[in-house]
């Protein structure tokens, strides 16, 4: 998906945000803030709005030797994440789906996502997710695809998001296919890394792959081979989150996008009315 | 008030969509909207937010001639306040105290803001006017001031909004004071002018004037004679909105700011707990 003029404010607001977790100098805000309205002409229309932000973000890193400016953010995340946990699972195991049931608390998850706001309701959105279900649902696709599926690869997208997706794996496990979980190479807005993953214990159920990308979605001609060799086999692919779905939408390869839609563009996007703020599982 | 970091996301979209209420051509779009980044770095600190819209505001003007952008838009507005007029004019003679049921109806039209967003909900802001009243209220002060007051000027805010404001003026009208009702000099996003405010009839309760500003926002070195003479010489202000009171807010002069809340900063300069969404009557 190319960047849009929408995207622009968005991408101001993420530098904003993560340059006061970094500094409070208002002169390094303004520069840094500078560098980004001086990027703007200069944008290219096939570039998309993860590889814009992650240009201004790197920046952001090399002004301030912070390489992780979501540090804090994040762990903060995981913890609200892991409270919630028992719940979850408990929902997931009282669901007459389970399966179902952990897709759309994964989808929930989604919900914890920096790119868009610093507030994090988990309850709030639990809570929605179970009155609500998925606003578009290809459950059915997924459940005929996964009796001949041996391998399934999830495109990881945000830190506490991953928290909630453990608990999809373990239900997905229960098929007995095998797993890869595919994170972000470097740390990148408050999305899930290697370390992250492994701390939530991803591990315990699945592999953990990197994409070899520092982009918040995934961008194919910047993966990596490992990647690109598990993209190309694996029999079902799980995208998670709009900046995957922003990299890879258009693909030849059929993907189940599960995502909670937070804003207009990727609704129009998406189309079948579509609104912000709706849990989507969408194959395409 | 200074302009903000957070302000400038707000302005990008502000021109975004004024743009393309004038011209679905993607080049000049881009051209207008690459001004705005060029201007950014140049954005002096002592500048407030409605300066810097009103000259992005003009380049859009001067590259396409319209001088008017938001002239539809404004149109539609006036057209759905009216269609709420009779049940807001009823809300208001059925209230308790009439005059602080009109109040709340005037704070309920500042809702109604191309500045905030162009979706506008009047049926949805007159409940939650009714049911939540003003979260900050100085009626009382108000009060009192009234009973010694001969002349009150209103600063102007939107153009949908002063159907409302016509029924607040006509309910003042009551206690026998001089009123004037201070417009925008020229068209400024949807800012009410002096055309309008006649269409709408306010002429018929009160002195229309114009502040000789095309700021989206009073500011009074560039206030006309005629508006400071007034400014100067009434008892009681009423300032309606945001723009307003960011040109306002630490005058000598005290000043009753009638609004609803739009943003986090403004909620935060108002201090007392006050949240975006919420209507407010405060003497400051």
Do not use: W
């Not at 929930?108 to 706001?117: F, P, T």
């Not at 998001?161 to 990148?188: C, H, M, Q, T, W």
């Not at 709009?242 to 998406?270: S, T």
Request: aromatic fraction near 8%.
């Amino acid at each position: 998906m190319q960047i849009e003029f929408d995207c622009i404010p968005c991408i101001y607001r993420q530098i904003l945000e993560a340059s006061r977790m970094v500094t409070s100098d208002k002169e390094v805000i303004k520069k840094i803030l500078h560098e980004f309205a001086r990027m703007i002409p200069e944008i290219k229309p096939e570039e998309s709005a993860p590889e814009v932000t992650t240009r201004i973000q790197n920046y952001l890193k090399s002004v301030t030797g912070e390489i992780d400016p979501y540090s804090s953010f994040k762990e903060a995340n995981i913890k609200m994440a892991l409270e919630h946990y028992p719940l979850v699972e408990e929902i997931i195991e009282d669901s007459e789906e389970p399966l179902l049931g952990a897709l759309v608390m994964s989808a929930m998850g989604n919900s914890i996502d920096a790119g868009v706001s610093l507030e994090v309701d988990i309850t709030g959105n639990v809570e929605r997710a179970i009155n609500d279900g998925f606003k578009y649902n290809d459950y059915q696709l997924f459940q005929e695809k996964l009796t001949s599926c041996s391998y399934l690869l999830i495109i990881a997208d945000n830190a506490g998001e991953a928290v909630f997706d453990k608990l999809l794996i373990k239900e997905l496990g229960k098929y007995g296919i095998n797993i890869s979980y595919a994170v972000r190479e470097k740390p990148v807005l408050n999305d899930v890394t290697l370390e992250e993953a492994q701390k939530i214990g991803i591990d315990e159920y699945c592999k953990i792959i990197s994409s070899g990308c520092d982009t918040p979605g995934i961008i194919l001609s910047r993966a990596s081979r490992e990647f690109m060799s598990t993209y190309s086999e694996a029999d079902i692919i799980i995208s998670k989150g709009q900046g995957n779905l922003e990299g890879l939408l258009g693909k030849k390869k059929p993907i189940f996008y599960l995502l909670k839609v937070k804003c207009q563009l990727i609704a129009n996007k998406l189309g079948s009315g579509l609104k912000v703020g709706d849990f989507v599982f969408m194959l395409r």
